[in-house]
């Protein structure tokens, strides 16, 4: 689950709750067993997901689905909408995206069909699991079906076609496919470039066209990281590691229909025009964006530095105003809000966004700025961290902690087999409180799951996201696109698995209908969270005072 942070940027976003209250970790003794069903929950939840589905809502009911998943990771019913869910979304994002556009109309069929075989290769060689081809294939023929219902992919493609000879079509195409033998890669290849000649010859539609759709097919098969990256999308993964691009510095995400602005980023050319987190979009270059992707957005948004959008928006309560913002480029922080919260007791703070290249250095500049202010303690935030570089995060960790064991990972293939170790050269011992959420996932997981085995420190907050999986980036040498593969798994110090686990807190921040008895007082608005860390931290201040006494 991963935010994109260029011009404008697509995202899955976790549901708000209304209220957090703090209890500690170890649960309370009951005298009485209660059998709780869920089913009234998990149908409500289907139930809200199929109306976003009816209004075409993809990308919204997408989160709506994973959000579901996490709280009820065994049922069969939200894993068939969030895949189907998946598949219209992925249709819609590809073809707002001009470089896969592109591909369609200029790449010829055979080297459409090279294109999918190095797919193949790279899976086959690199993939954390053995690959199964015909479900590759079978998964490949889902997205070309579903790809022929959607506006966006019939718009650009097909010429004239009904109902009634579409849904023949698929039929047919099913018929053909399901006896062939398709046991190796190069029996995926025959399969595919037989499914292109026979949607030509039935509906009239490029053959490379369909090709991509097997190719995206095959690599959304494998896991809900792993994915085909067009041009663009390639582009900005790059971007994303050195931590800077060209654009406007928002985070965007769709909300009702409505583009919503999560974030603008500090020093951007969005802020010093005066927008504002939880702004909305109203209409890009005169063009509303009303029931927009957040994709499509991005498209609009995006541009050559020196180059000027005009916008409408309008924050909560205010007339919408108009505004012309400057595209230049924007040095993506990864660690903000650096500053002492409280200087009776030496508590400082800082919020770590992400895991990219310019971390660690950021990181130390960080740490010598508040050690010079007087730091005692200290609260790294890894809320909303959706990972980043496996080597930052070891490197990161590795400031705290002495030695041992920061993180291992296993891969089919032994070279994807590592341990990484602490170093005590540099270490930094000042007491440790790490916030983490439900949206701390990967990298972010990896550094609060050492702390927490090493004893290090304190891991406040809830559960984090549950993603103990290593992708590598893999350009293919034919073309500027590229491929994302899971490749490895990560386990903790101890050798407990990440995945659909998570890291649990020492101290829970749980959810709540209304405030309990014993709640902690809020240090910074209604900030919970950040609430039970500063006690944590003054707790671990005293104890260290205690140490130096004895």
Known sequence: MRRRVLSALSALYLAAFALLVVSQAVAQQTTAISIVTHSAEIDSLLQDGRRMEVECRWGEALSHYEEAIRQFPHDAGLKRRFSFTRLHYDVGRRYADRSFCRAIETLPFEEALELYDRVLLKIESHYVDVPHWKELVEHGTDNLSVALSEPAFVDRNLVESSSTVTDEFRSELRRMLEPLPIATRRDAGYAVSAAAALTRQRLGLSPTAVVLEYLCGATNALDRYSAYLTPDQLNEVYSQIEGNFVGLGIELKADGGELLIVRVITGSPAQQAGMLDGD??????????????????????????????????VTSGEQPRRL????????????????????????????LACFQKTTCRDLDEALWKLHRKGMKSLIVDLRGNPGGLLMTAVEVVDKFVERGVIVSTRGRSTQEDFT???????????????????DSASAAEIVAGAIRDHRRGTVVGVRSYGKGSVQGIFPLDMSTAGVRLTTAKFYSPTGRPYTRIGVEPDVTVRLAAKPIDGQIVPVDGDDAMLSAAVQAARGLGRSQQARNLR
């Open 420 to 438: 990484y170790t602490a170093r005590v050269p540099g270490t930094w011992r000042v007491p440790l409180v790490v916030i983490i959420d439900n």
């Open 324 to 351: 012309s913002v400057c595209r230049r480029r924007v040095d993506v922080p990864s660690i903000d809000r650096v500053k002492i919260i409280d200087r009776q007791h030496g508590i400082a703070y800082l919020r």
């Open 280 to 313: 909305r979009i109203l209409a890009v270059d005169g063009r509303s964006t009303r029931n927009l992707t957040t994709d499509q957005a991005a498209n609009l948004l995006q541009g050559a530095a020196g180059s000027t959008v005009n916008l409408i928006v």
